[in-house]
């Protein structure tokens, strides 16, 4: 039981580049996030899924898209990457809705644009 | 939108020291949680409570409803236990609560 796993650990990326960034779950949950990690910001919600085909804006969504095809994979997309979006990149997923489900975390994605 | 505020942001302290991280929200809820963030990046839930006090280990975390605050303790502290000490409330929309919103942080510093 691998939890939720992030693919890349590490990414640099040129201004202008495109790039996706893979968050995968063996849990069976239904929901899944995205967050943003800066320093002095605290986690930041970008995007997330309540179940397979379905994706949601979270609080600072601009310049990213998400696909969720498959229940188990949450796709996170820059479609032209800017220095702004230089950050620690965090998948988290929860069996489902409601106050007392835990939110697992992946360990992350560094990306650096130039 | 769900604020939640910690104190402090830094905490530097000796081993064996007793810790207290405050944690506080606008908005009511039924439950809070607490997160540890390793020197690592990892991030990994410590708590989750909607009334009274829990324990675990040398952790102790309480929360008041109805103030709309809640604490962690570290007791005999350990170079350990440094770390970053994150709560977050719950968020709500149409589909009841599907999220979580954070706060920024305490980061925690045990020197031996």
Same mark, same amino acid.
Request: net charge positive; with cysteine.
């Given at each position: 039981?691998a ?29 899944m ?33 998400v ?36 939110q ?7 990306l650096?644009?130039? | 939108?769900n604020?939640? #505020? /910690? ?7 000796? #081993?064996? #020291? ?17 997160? /540890? /963030? ?28 109805? #103030? ?7 007791t005999?502290?350990h ?21 979580l919103?954070?706060?920024?942080g305490?980061?925690?510093?045990i020197?031996?």
């Open positions: 039981n939890g939720v796993t992030q693919t890349p650990k590490f990414r640099v990326l040129k201004t202008g580049q495109s790039m996706t960034l893979l968050c995968a779950q063996d849990m069976n949950h239904e929901y996030y995205w967050y943003r990690q800066d320093p002095g910001m605290g986690l930041r919600l970008i995007h997330y899924s309540v179940g397979e085909g379905t994706t949601a804006k979270g609080e600072v969504p601009d310049g990213y898209n696909s969720r095809l498959k229940k188990q994979n949450f796709l996170l997309g820059l479609e032209s990457a800017a220095p702004s979006q230089t950050s620690v990149y965090f998948c988290a997923s929860r069996l489902l809705a409601g106050e007392y489900y835990e697992y975390f992946g360990p992350g994605t560094r650096t644009v130039t | 939108k604020e939640v #505020e /910690q104190s402090p942001q830094n905490l530097t302290a000796q #081993e064996g #020291e007793f810790i207290t991280i405050n944690c506080s929200y606008s908005v009511g809820i039924s439950a809070l949680h607490w997160l /540890q /963030q390793h020197p690592g990046g990892g991030i990994v839930s410590l708590f989750m409570l909607s009334s009274g006090k829990k324990k675990h280990g040398r952790l102790i975390a309480t929360i008041n409803i109805q #103030e709309k605050h809640s604490s962690l303790h570290i005999a502290s170079p350990r236990d440094s770390a970053v000490y994150i709560c977050a409330a719950p968020t709500y929309s149409g589909g009841g609560a599907d999220g919103t954070f706060g920024k305490t980061h925690l510093i020197q031996p």
